[in-house]
């Protein structure tokens, strides 16, 4: 299976990535002299991916990684490189190919240290002969401090690196790098297509992947969620009563406290597991004895451990709670459609009721503030206002309509 079958509705996208790619291997395999690629070649040393949630960023710089780094003999016969089967496809897709490097994090922001060892990474020439390809998933996540000390790098690359960057939007990301980047916009993929894919390589009933796929819009990391954790489904469905909880003061205060009682929670049952893990490697290499006192002098290395996993649970539990406005705002764009006569798709059929309820009790100007509401809380969110007292103003603001 090609690499490009993981990137569910983006044929014009595929069609440029596998351009690029076939103009890098020729590049490659001829050897050419000096450093520069050629002006006419459709190849460049940096990409930024961007695109909505659920579009499959990430997927698209993994997949062209991978490309960069196929050998299979095909490629002499006129094949795309990208067969998916060959070693330096299925070691750049499973993490484990010594020339692609993919950060990640579930941190607040990437710092500068984190980003000056990837810069010493990429001046690093490739083991395997072809390409040094590093893919930073949360580009918007550079603090601008991290930010320039990347643009350099981007600016002026090593002969064979290729910096592979995502993002939210262009926006997201400092002027100077995205100036000095190749743009690649993804759209969110078509709801029959992401149903399709939880079907064929998910094995997921039908009916549960479309009705998966209808409630998360074409997101495809939800929508596998939705379709196989039950536990999703039961945040999902408690988010959804929420706009029939608002209607007096105290159901809308304890809503908002149960919201984020419940990110809490679901922040704190992802991270006990990792945290253990964490400190136990960390203090057999600091050479603890067996449940025994630690080492003299490695209280400061625990603390920053400690830190950094403080900041990945406010992180999981921001996430958390993004993921229930997100939800919100899907149920009420779907009363806003019911009070204007749409045609479009409901993502939430399974709560038609209540659908109509609200669209009968209250008007679209109404749902409108109501929507408002939930992006001035989102972005409260991230201003790092106190995540209780940002949801309650929600509640009483959708209370209010």
């Not at 090609?2 to 790619?21: C, I, K, N, Y």
């Not at 395999?29 to 909505?52: C, I, N, Q, V, Y």
């Not at 006129?78 to 499973?94: M, N, Q, R, S």
């Amino acid at each position: 299976m090609p690499v490009w079958d993981d990137l569910v509705g983006q044929e014009r996208v595929t069609e440029q990535l596998a351009a690029a790619a076939r103009d890098a291997d020729t590049y490659v395999t001829r050897a050419a002299d000096g450093t520069e690629l050629p002006s006419s070649s459709k190849m460049t040393h940096a990409w930024l991916f961007t695109g909505p949630p659920g579009s499959g960023r990430s997927t698209a710089a993994r997949a062209f990684a991978a490309a960069l780094q196929c050998v299979s003999p095909d490629r002499a016969l006129g094949g795309i490189p990208g067969c998916g089967f060959c070693d330096g496809c299925h070691t750049a897709l499973v993490g484990t190919h010594a020339d692609v490097e993919v950060i990640r994090t579930d941190l607040l922001s990437i710092g500068v240290k984190e980003t000056r060892d990837l810069v010493r990474r990429a001046q690093m020439s490739p083991a395997g002969g072809r390409w040094q390809v590093i893919v930073l998933e949360d580009a918007d996540r550079l603090t601008e401090g991290a930010g320039n000390v990347l643009l350099k790098a981007v600016e002026e690359p090593a002969p064979r690196t290729v910096w592979l960057l995502c993002a939210p939007s262009q926006e997201d990301v400092l002027p100077t790098i995205r100036s000095r980047c190749r743009h690649l916009t993804l759209r969110t993929p078509p709801v029959a297509a992401v149903a399709d894919v939880l079907v064929r390589r998910d094995g997921i009933e039908p009916s549960a992947a479309a009705a998966a796929a209808q409630a998360t819009q074409g997101h495809i990391g939800r929508a596998r969620r939705l379709a196989t954790d039950e536990r999703a489904r039961e945040r999902r469905a408690a988010v959804l009563r929420l706009p029939l909880r608002v209607e007096e003061i105290g159901g809308a205060l304890r809503a908002a406290q149960e919201l984020i009682d419940s990110a809490a929670e679901d922040a704190k049952q992802l991270a006990e597991e990792v945290d253990t893990k964490e400190t136990e490697e960390l203090r057999a290499a600091l050479g603890a004895a067996q449940g025994g006192r630690m080492p003299r002098g490695t209280a400061g290395v625990m603390k920053d451990l400690e830190d950094k996993q403080k900041r990945r649970r406010t992180r999981t539990q921001r996430d958390t709670l993004d993921l229930a406005l997100t939800d919100l705002t899907a149920f009420y764009r779907d009363v806003l459609a019911l009070q204007l006569g749409s045609q479009v798709a409901l993502a939430n059929l399974d709560r038609r009721d209540s659908l109509e309820r609200l669209a009968r009790g209250s008007s679209p100007e109404s749902t409108l503030r109501r929507i408002e509401a939930i992006a001035a809380c989102r972005e409260a969110l991230e201003s790092n206002v106190a995540p209780l007292l940002a949801v309650e103003a929600m509640t009483m603001a959708l209370r209010a309509g």
